[in-house]
């Protein structure tokens, strides 16, 4: 079955634009969780959603916001770039938590 | 606040070696724990959960409540398991993944 896509897999974005980054999860997985790779950091939760509902929000500032679709498909949108928001940015779904995510590959975002 | 800490940022063996890749948290409450692998140009995949006491690969973690630890194990290391390990801890509802900083492990012919 096909896994967890993320599109698009490269963008270059310039500083003060937004962004959105898309996430179309493994058929029948309800929930979708969000994270972001740096080298600094490592793997920092962004947000969950499961049923369209965001259940759990990481330590990010409002300019990181998401959504989930009725076909569970989700979204993560980043207003006002930022150098420092340069990252691979996961996405990660999930029939119940408790079975472990599957993760796409990511899509790397660099802010110019 | 939950943390993970992996205190190996690179562990190297020979082929045949034991391997034990270290991992510490820190969660007050009863703690769901995790391991990661991300193969050379693969995608981040589960490798075993602690709920599960299962063996994959070879490899086994043992949750220990005592010394807040749970390190993965395999007896005999090959070159395929050459990787980098990421240990996780999930608050209550396991929906939020908390990340060490991976142990990156490099097994030599």
């Known amino acids: 079955k096909a896994g967890v896509t993320q599109t698009p897999r490269y963008l270059i974005k310039t500083r003060g634009q937004q962004v959105t980054l898309s996430c179309s999860p493994i058929?029948?997985?309800?929930?979708v969780s969000w994270y972001q790779q740096t080298p600094g950091q490592g793997l920092q939760f962004l947000f969950e959603?499961?049923?369209?509902?965001?259940?759990n929000k990481g330590n990010f500032p409002g300019r990181f916001s998401g959504r989930q679709f009725s076909n569970s498909r989700s979204e993560m949108n980043v207003s006002t770039l930022e150098l420092g928001d340069s990252a691979l940015y996961l996405c990660?779904?999930?029939?119940?938590?408790?079975?472990?995510?599957?993760f796409g590959s990511g899509t790397r975002l660099t802010v110019v | 606040a939950q943390r993970v800490t992996q205190p190996e940022k690179l562990l190297s063996v020979f082929k045949g070696a034991p391997v034990e890749l270290k991992c510490n948290y820190s969660?007050?409450?009863?703690?769901?724990l995790f391991w990661y692998v991300q193969y050379s140009r693969q995608r981040l995949q589960l490798l075993l959960r602690?709920?599960s006491r299962e063996s994959i690969k070879g490899f086994t973690a043992d949750l220990n409540k005592g010394e807040t630890s749970f390190h993965l194990k395999k007896p005999f290391a090959q070159e395929e398991d050459s990787a980098m390990y990421y240990c996780?801890?999930?608050?209550?509802?396991?929906?939020?993944?908390?990340f060490g900083a991976g142990t990156r492990l490099a097994v030599h012919p």
């Open positions: 990660a779904s999930s029939p119940s938590p408790q079975d472990g995510y599957t």
């Open positions: 058929s029948g997985h309800r929930s």
């Open positions: 959603y499961f049923s369209e509902t965001q259940r």
């Open positions: 969660y007050s409450g009863s703690p769901e």
């Open positions: 602690h709920i």
């Open positions: 996780v801890s999930s608050s209550g509802g396991y929906n939020k993944l908390i």
